[in-house]
């Protein structure tokens, strides 16, 4: 998972989950966010939920967080049934482009962003998220302090 100095941002938002959760950077500050930005009709997205879901559990207890933001544009339902037939737990919320311009935009589906406990996004991967880079990446966030400066780009 690299990072490129541009991705070197803090996203504004407010989300709203499926399950009515308000999600927003200060309430998420501390933990390690995954963020995945999705689509029930996107095949490599529907693949990967699994790991995701994995994840989830796997490192809830380490403060992370998996967060599914779905681009979806058809009724919630239809979002809510799919998680449902998956087992998908993780909160999920169905957001607007606006949303995903603060995440720094996509350019395919899925594309994830590892966010810090300060909410800086450290790492994007486009297309399915690979566990055998993501553990590692997911660790060393996870091994941080809570109020550690951000480092600096890499260039």
Request: positive net charge; charged residues 20%.
């Amino acid at each position: 998972m690299g990072a490129r100095a541009k991705e070197r941002r803090q996203p504004s938002y407010a989300i709203t989950t499926r399950a009515g959760g308000l999600l927003t950077p200060d309430s998420l500050r501390g933990r390690v966010v995954l963020v995945n930005i999705w689509a029930t009709w996107c095949p490599p997205c529907r693949a990967e939920m699994p790991l995701l879901q994995q994840l989830a559990e796997a490192y809830a207890s380490d403060s992370v967080v998996v967060l599914g933001l779905s681009v979806d544009r058809g009724p919630a339902r239809t979002v809510d049934a799919f998680l449902a037939e998956r087992g998908i737990t993780y909160p999920v919320a169905i957001v607007s482009d606006e949303v995903v311009r603060a995440f720094g935009g996509v350019r395919g589906y899925p594309t994830s962003l590892l966010l810090d406990k300060q909410g800086v996004v450290r790492h994007t991967v486009m297309g399915p998220v690979g566990p055998v880079t993501l553990r590692p990446a997911l660790r060393r966030l996870i091994a941080e302090p809570r109020d550690a400066a951000s480092p600096p780009p890499r260039h």
